[in-house]
T-cell receptor, first 114, second 111 residues
Framework: DGGITQSPKYLFRKEGQNVTLSCEQN?????MYWYRQDPGQGLRLIYY???????QKGDIAEGYSVSREKKESFPLTVTSAQKNPTAFYLC?????????????FGSGTQLSVL | SQQGEEDPQALSIQEGENATMNCSYK?????LQWYRQNSGRGLVHLIL?????REKHSGRLRVTLDTSKKSSSLLITASRAADTASYFC???????????FGTGTRLTVIP
């Protein structure tokens, strides 16, 4: 089945630790996105990539890093510089380089701080 | 950047009733989309309406768009318990390169 796979579903981070969230898609989509969702708030864009080896910062990129070495994969690293990392992280992709079209979402990763 | 505002924040109705939720935004848009999210899950795309469209239907869903008032509404007719979820609007601003999501409406349909 085609889709977007995020792993792990739950992740715990210790103080000062970097953690990496995985996002893989087999939909042959060009564009991929990372969003952060906090309770009572909408989704906020962290980073997005429209093509391999290229990515742009979203509204809340500080404390996060990404890579796009393969079309299928767009991992997100939450660094120790992100002081409030507890949130639900969602990865999404779409069929065209032009954003604003229908997004396909993964099932999310809940990150918590120990 | 702008973010849409949904209204109401929460809505509770009986099964079989209609549910209406509204979305307001601030700047010119190319299109507006509605998504659904079950608790602890990813979002699922429901419907997209372009700025030159005023109304769109998909099954039990009806979406309207009023660009002069910068607002949209989502109507779910003959609601079912399975419609219980959070619903988000998302807008693509003119000239922007991504979607901006609202804060969502939490819908509870009581069997």
């Amino acid at each position: 089945d085609g889709g977007i796979t995020q792993s792990p579903k739950y992740l715990f981070r210790k103080e000062g630790q970097n953690v990496t969230l995985s996002c893989e898609q087999n939909l042959n989509h060009d564009a991929m996105y990372w969003y952060r969702q906090d309770p009572g708030q909408g989704l906020r864009l962290i980073y997005y990539s429209q093509i391999v080896n290229d990515f742009q910062k979203g509204d809340i990129a500080e404390g996060y890093s990404v890579s796009r070495e393969k079309k299928e994969s767009f991992p997100l690293t939450v660094t120790s510089a992100q002081k409030n990392p507890t949130a639900f992280y969602l990865c999404a992709s779409t069929t065209t380089e032009r954003t604003g079209e229908k997004l396909f979402f993964g099932s999310g990763t809940q990150l918590s701080v120990l | 950047s702008q973010q849409g505002e949904e209204d109401p924040q929460a809505l509770s109705i009986q099964e079989g009733e209609n549910a209406t939720m509204n979305c307001s935004y601030k700047t010119s848009i190319n299109n507006l989309q509605w998504y659904r999210q079950n608790s602890g899950r990813g979002l699922v795309h429901l419907i997209l309406i372009r700025s030159n469209e005023r109304e769109k239907h998909s099954g039990r869903l009806r979406v309207t768009l009023d660009t002069s008032k910068k607002s949209s509404s989502l109507l779910i007719t003959a609601s079912r318990a399975a419609d219980t979820a959070s619903y988000f609007c998302a807008t693509e601003e003119s000239g922007a390169n991504n979607l901006f999501f609202g804060t969502g409406t939490r819908l509870t349909v009581i069997p």
